[in-house]
């Protein structure tokens, strides 16, 4: 009997974290490293976050796959590639302060708070919101700030911010979101009409003057809209 529970309790856990770890050292070699993402901040960070922790319990087997997974209300988790893409051109480094709009599943969120301590991040439905915050505090990310919002008007209290990802499709780039944006600083923000293909593109504040560079076609939910 002893034995069985030994198996059940330790065993058992540690067989499987290890498939994990396995699928993500894996999702990063080929699906990110391989496409050219070299920051190593962002690499150690994509092989550290659980991501089968995050997606719903319903689509576990397909956490490390190389496209979205839906996360329920119609929204999506990114494709891992993408995720990393992002944070390697906002140029995530230890000591910055990032805003994430669009939560989701929490995993961008993550992905950031294993390279940096301030992580702040706005969901405007209010169900995936809650469930991401309370999955970080299971994971151990007990610092990133979740509020429930609509994000285009960014988060002035705690701005201005070194990066700003955005991971939902914009017809424009928010206004208030370039306010809130460093000197110096980098916004990643898909822009395009919903459900069309989109541009991913890079913004820089530069002496006061923005800067943008179109990355790569891109396909993301809609950005919604709802009250101040
Ligand atoms: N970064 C997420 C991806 C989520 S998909 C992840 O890692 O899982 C995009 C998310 O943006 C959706 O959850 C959607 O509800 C949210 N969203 C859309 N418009 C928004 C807005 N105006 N403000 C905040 N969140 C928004």
Do not use: C
């Amino acid at each position: 009997m002893i034995k069985l529970i030994f198996i059940f309790f330790f065993i058992l856990p540690l067989l499987t974290q290890d498939k994990y770890t396995k699928l993500r050292n894996d999702m990063v070699k080929f699906q990110i490293e391989d496409r050219g993402v070299k920051d190593k901040y962002v690499l150690d960070a994509m092989r550290a976050v659980f991501r089968h922790e995050l997606v719903p319990a319903s689509h576990i087997s397909q956490a490390y796959n190389d496209h979205p997974v839906p996360i329920g209300y119609g929204q999506t988790i990114s494709q891992p590639y993408i995720v990393a893409l992002m944070t390697e051109l906002a140029d995530i480094k230890p000591g910055m302060k990032a805003l994430e709009i669009g939560t989701g599943s929490g995993y961008q969120a993550a992905v950031l708070a294993e390279i940096i301590d301030s992580v702040y991040t706005i969901e405007i439905i209010k169900e995936l919101g809650t469930s991401a915050a309370d999955k970080l505090k299971k994971l151990g990310y007990k610092k990133v700030q979740v509020k429930i919002a609509d994000g285009y008007y960014g988060w002035k209290e705690s701005a201005p911010f070194d990066a700003i990802i955005v991971t939902a499709a914009a017809e424009h780039i928010p206004p208030p979101l370039i306010e809130q944006l460093k000197e110096g600083g980098k916004m990643i923000i898909p822009v395009g009409h919903p459900f069309q293909v989109q541009n991913l593109m890079l913004v820089e504040k530069k002496e006061g003057k923005i800067k943008t560079k179109n990355i790569l076609p891109v396909r993301f939910v809609p950005f919604k809209r709802g009250k101040e």
